[in-house]
């Protein structure tokens, strides 16, 4: 069974940088595309950022493009999202997600429904 787990979150004053890391078991991760969404009380889920099993290429939601930063280490089974220059508005519980049906697909889709696996979450709160 797949599971993920992130960790890194935080109470960080505005401007500042926290990384929050995502550790997945099961020989799907490195494979596989993965994804960092967020969910702010009363909004829905949205995406931050995917990285392709290879980690070529990487894709961002227009809020976080410059700040953000996406990563992975398939020998370790982690994604990682380095996030910069942090804003009030990032405050949000941060999921990572796998996608699990497109074996080495050059594909990021940015819908929450097109990822098949989710972490438990991890609290960001940016203070101004």
């Known amino acids: 069974q797949v599971q993920l787990v992130e960790s890194g979150g935080g109470l960080v004053q505005a401007g500042g940088s926290l990384r929050l890391s995502c550790a997945a078991s099961?020989?799907?991760?490195?494979?596989?595309?993965m994804g960092w969404f967020r969910q702010a009380p009363g909004k829905e889920r949205e995406f931050v950022s995917g990285?392709?099993?290879?980690?070529?290429?990487?894709r961002y939601a227009d809020p976080v493009k410059g700040r953000f930063t996406i990563s992975r280490d398939n020998a370790k089974n982690t994604v990682y999202l380095q996030m910069n220059s942090l804003k009030p508005e990032d405050t949000a519980v941060y999921y990572c997600?796998?996608?699990?049906?497109?074996?080495?697909?050059?594909?990021?889709?940015?819908?929450?429904?097109?990822?098949?696996?989710w972490g438990q979450g991890t609290q960001v709160t940016v203070s101004s």
């Open positions: 997600a796998a996608e699990g049906q497109h074996w080495r697909t050059g594909l990021i889709i940015t819908s929450v429904e097109w990822y098949d696996y």
């Open positions: 099961g020989p799907i991760f490195s494979s596989n595309t």
């Open positions: 990285i392709i099993w290879s980690g070529d290429s990487t």
